[in-house]
Each structure stands twice: as C-alpha cells, then as structure tokens.
C-alpha cells in the first residue's frame, strides 16, 4: 500500500528500528526492494534522487513506483530525495509522490527555512510528507560540488520549529556516495541535537555506515536511514559480470535477472541491521 513517510515514522519513532530508504532508478530494483521488505514484513521507502529523474520523465517513474506502492503487502512511501527547488517538489506532488525531500542545505539558514515553509505549506496541502535539510551532508564524489557542513543542534530545532517538516536530515558524520562502510558517526553531536529536536531525523549516505553503526542508529531518534549506492553497485557490479561471462547473449531481461536477485539479498541484509532483524526475534 502507498503510504506517507508521516504515516510510517510514527511507528518508527519508538526508538526500536529505523525505516530504511532505498534509492532506485526503475522497475527493476524498485520490485526488489518490495519484495526485500515483503518478506521480512516491514515499510520501506523507495527514493529517486535527482539522476533518476533526469533519465525518466518523473511522471513515468513516478506511475511505475506508486503503481508498485499500491500492489505491494507491505507500506510504501514513494518519495522524491533531494529536490532542489520547490517547482521539483510540486512536479513530484502532480506525480502522486506521497513523500518530497526539499533540500536547501547549500542555502544561508534563513532562505533555507524560507523555502523549505514554502515547499511544507504546498506539501501538507496536498497530504504529501517532506523531509528537509540541515546542515549539509557532502560527498566523496569529487566530481559534485556541495558544501559539507556538521548540523549544529540548536539551528537544527530553530529549523524544524520554523519550517514544520515531518522529518529532518541532519550531518554527523555521513558522506554520500561511500563505497566503503568507513563512516565516523559523531553520537555526541546526534544526542545534542535529540535532545533539541523532537522530529524524527534523517540519516543520508548510510552505505558509507558500519553496520553496527546501522543498529545502533536505529535505537536513536532516526526515523528514516537513506542508502542508495550500496544498492547501486549490487546491480552494476552483477550486471557487468552477467555480461562479460555470457558474450553470445544479447538479451537485457536475461541481464538483469541475477542483478535483481543481489539487489533483493542487499537490501534485506541492510534493512535487518536497521533493527528490524531485533524486532522479528521479539516477535517469534
Ligand atoms: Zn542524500
């Protein structure tokens, strides 16, 4: 079922688990990740960042993604990770995303708490949730120009207080596009900005995390954990194996299939270091 990211954090904001948030880029590892979380019967949520977007026209991704939503067994945010501007959180809206992410952490405090109101006060119009930014998490891809900025606690609450967000991404230590699990969260700074902060945060760059970090994590006030290239390099790193072993096939579908299968095995693997491994023993 499709579901907002509000709906669901309110069952993760007990302290237990974390929702994990998956970044996918078509039907293939979107169907994956729904069945990662329908079989071991947790929400999860499906994010398209901003090169998925620019591959499919954000109506097609966003039908094929709330279609799968609907069908799915388990609850399911489609949600729109990293907008940079509010006309891209209200195309995500008119795409029936029941989630957006305005992302103005490259912006001085005060336009950052200026429009990300702006995209909140659209956004719950519409029932549709968001998630903003505070702080800046970086990148350790040389290739993209962003400021990385630690998120300083008391800001962190003025932000929140100001803006009215459902969730909020804060940087302690994450980079985006880690390949290694080498990431030094700072627990101090995530404690600080708890006890401030009554809004369920939001952890980016989660590839680059231990996984001991990842269910540690899960027992803070983290709502939502945001992993993309582990997921990214499970199918890329298959798929050219697929393809450089089997020279006579030329059929994609006969491609993709092994690189689904890992996809599934990743996502599963990262979803029970969230705490929700914990909560399935407590169940049994
Ligand atoms: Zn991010």
Known sequence: MLVTLKEILK??????????GFNVFGYEDAAMVIE????????VVLM???????HMPIKILGDILTGLAKEAKVPVVVHLDHGKSVEEVVSAIKAGFS??????????????????????EISHYFGVSIEGEIGSVGYSDPNIEAKAIYTVPGEAKRFVEETGIDAVAVAIGTLHRMKAQKANIQYDRLREIEELVDTPL??????GVKDEDLTRLS???????????????????????????????????KFFKKPMIEVKNVAKEKIMTLGWGRKQVLEV
């Open 219 to 253: 027992r803070h006030r983290v709502g939502k954990v945001n992993i993309g290239t582990a997921l990214r390099m499970a199918f890329g790193d298959t798929l050219r194996d697929e393809i450089n072993s089997r020279p006579e096939e030329f059929d994609r579908i």
């Open 99 to 120: 989630s957006v992410m305005y992302d103005g952490s490259q912006l001085p405090l005060e336009e950052n708490i200026r429009r990300t109101r702006k995209a909140a």
């Open 36 to 43: 990662a979380a329908q079989e071991l019967n947790t929400p």
């Open 202 to 207: 939001v952890i980016h760059g989660s590839t």
């Open 48 to 54: 398209t960042n901003r090169d998925a977007i620019a």
């Open 11 to 20: 069952e993760a904001s007990n302290k237990e688990y974390a929702i994990p």
